[in-house]
């Protein structure tokens, strides 16, 4: 039976579930950490003209991998980072082996390092490994070294914002993967260390546009749309889900509301000293009617 100490009880936690999760939302960052995020830039064109080393040692302009129908992932990482580049790298890896389009057909990828002080033949190993791991032909992923601080002009071009730290010796930034236009424009952030094989799908379709993907993604899109608080796409049925979420509340509401009557009924029902059972029946006597008046008293009636 529900009493009312159950629910007092189940009150308390929930709300003390509310109060962690918003004392570990308002945390603060380690100090290393201030600054370090992504101001989102979405819509907005990156110059196209900034110069970076390729794996073969020459110089060449963004735009030499942006194609009139191929959208870009581009991510920012540096090839000696001991631990974050590489997760991202792992998962970017994962990824693209899990949807059915490649490098260098469908869409292109473009990754570069912030570290000005990564040569070409580093950019050249890097390269090695991951399509290495990623056991399929890639001619349309392209591992890029800086040039001329071109690395930190793109990096403020889309939000992307991170810091050396002395004492490590490393670089803090964040964990995320842009994808853009085939003309250079922000179309999505997918964030994390894990991606979703949907999410990439939907985000390249998005950035193209339409214009090369199965007419299966273009029905996708008009599913599903970017949700900016979980960085993730979710269905549009979640407004729908959100209409049943405060429907049940409600009905759990008038549920709790309903034991809580049923409980003060029993309550008082007790106090009169009543049992459970109800009243106790009437004495089972004949009534006047079935039986005769003497002289002599209640004489039952024939």
């Known amino acids: 039976m529900i009493t009312k100490s159950t629910i007092r009880t189940t009150a308390i936690l929930a709300a003390a ?20 995020g992504v101001d989102e830039k979405l819509g907005q064109t990156i110059d196209l003209d900034l110069t970076f080393t390729a794996e073969n040692g020459y110089q060449k302009a963004l735009r030499e991998y942006f194609h009139k129908d191929r959208p870009v992932i581009l991510n920012l990482v540096y090839y000696t980072c001991p631990m ?14 899990q949807i059915p389009w490649m490098p260098g057909e469908e869409f292109e990828v473009v990754t570069v390092s ?19 791991e990623y056991d399929r032909p890639a ?37 995320v993967i842009m994808v853009l236009t085939p003309d250079g424009k922000i179309s999505r952030y997918l964030y994390g260390i894990k991606f979703k094989p949907l999410d990439v799908r939907l985000a390249l379709t998005e ?17 599903y749309h970017y949700d900016p608080q979980t960085h993730s796409y979710t269905m549009f049925a979640t407004n729908v889900m959100r209409t049943g979420g405060v429907f049940t509340v409600l009905l759990m509401g008038f549920f709790i509301w309903r ?19 109800g009243p106790a029946a009437p004495d089972a006597r004949p009534s006047v009617s079935e039986s005769v008046v003497s002289e002599k008293g209640m004489v039952p009636a024939k």
């Not at 974050?84 to 998962?91: G, R």
Request: charged share 20%.
């Open 114 to 132: 912030i570290n000005p002080g990564e040569t070409f033949d580093l950019a050249q190993k890097k390269k090695a490994v991951y399509l290495s």
């Open 207 to 223: 950035a193209a546009a339409g214009k090369w993907s199965q007419t299966l993604d273009r029905i996708l899109l008009f599913c």
């Open 139 to 175: 001619p349309g992923w392209h591992f890029l070294s800086d040039y001329e601080d071109h690395a930190k002009k793109l990096a403020a071009q889309i939000g992307f914002h991170y810091r050396w730290d002395p004492k490590l010796d490393q670089f803090a930034h964040p964990a």
């Open 259 to 277: 034991m809580l009557r049923r409980e003060q009924a029993r309550s008082r029902i007790s106090a009169a000293g009543v049992g459970p059972a």
């Open 84 to 97: 974050l580049c590489n997760l991202v790298l792992n998962a970017q890896t994962s990824v693209l082996k």
């Open 17 to 36: 579930l509310a109060l962690a999760s918003v004392a570990r939302a308002d945390q603060p960052l380690p100090p290393i950490l201030e600054g370090i």
